[in-house]
């Protein structure tokens, strides 16, 4: 069966740095690929989606990249802030009508 | 003001009783879905429904029921054959069976039972 591993559990990083978050998947790549925010006590907000013949996707601070080879997505948020301090799901399609969600990185941006 | 909404926010129930998350959109989507999430676990899929008066079982559809009898709502019932229904209740919509939309989801029902 598919399983989804996203890098730690907490990441924190230091105000106006990168944040890097890493989402694997082993056995089959999926058709899709997309990364949600999700802030304590809502429900998740879709932020981006990249396709597998695409290579990188960018959003004003926000860029994805997908590496299907190394079955490998890299989210990365440029000059982070604090108000950028959530938990980040990754979601993945793998063509049976549903999303599979990774457990997610929960992100704290430290002023 | 479009948006998917869930109602209540909280809701505490006995052991042994059902209950019924209710579940609204008026985006118009035509898929909807239900979906669990646990402390340090990531969302799992109980049910979803591409379109009305039909639906189809997640990854963990046991002791829990839905129905699809409008576009716009897709409540889900917890009932008593439920063994560990305290948890947090997501609902979501997209514009087509998840393919290559993205899904909007409500604001969530936490659910206790004791």
């Known amino acids: 069966s598919q399983k989804i591993e996203q890098n730690s559990e907490a990441l924190n990083i230091q105000e106006g740095k990168t944040a890097t978050l890493t989402c694997n998947y082993t056995n089959y790549s999926p058709a899709y690929l997309q990364w949600y925010r999700q802030d304590p006590g809502r429900g998740p907000v879709f932020l981006l989606l990249?396709?597998?013949?695409?290579k990188e996707k960018r959003k004003e601070r926000l860029k994805v990249t997908f590496d299907t080879t190394l079955k490998q997505s890299l989210f990365h948020i440029t000059a982070s802030q604090p108000a950028d301090s959530a938990t980040y799901l990754c979601a993945l399609y793998f063509g049976n009508e549903k999303l599979t969600f990774g457990t997610g990185t929960r992100l704290t941006i430290i002023p | 003001d479009g948006g998917i909404t869930q109602s209540p926010k909280y809701l505490f129930r006995k052991e042994g009783q059902n209950v019924t998350l209710s579940c609204e959109q008026n985006l118009n989507h035509d898929a909807m879905y239900w979906y669990r999430q646990d402390p340090g676990q990531g969302l799992r899929l109980i049910y979803y429904?591409?379109?009305?008066?039909?639906?189809q079982k997640g990854d963990i559809a046991e002791g829990y029921s839905v129905s699809r009898e409008k576009k716009e709502s897709f409540p889900l019932t917890v009932t008593s054959a439920q063994k560990n229904p305290t948890a947090f209740y997501l609902c979501?919509?997209?514009?087509?069976?998840?393919?290559?939309?993205?899904?909007?989801f409500g604001p969530g029902t936490r659910l206790t039972v004791t």
């Open positions: 990249i396709r597998e013949n695409e």
């Open positions: 979501a919509s997209s514009g087509k069976g998840g393919i290559s939309y993205e899904q909007y």
């Open positions: 429904s591409q379109i009305v008066n039909d639906f």
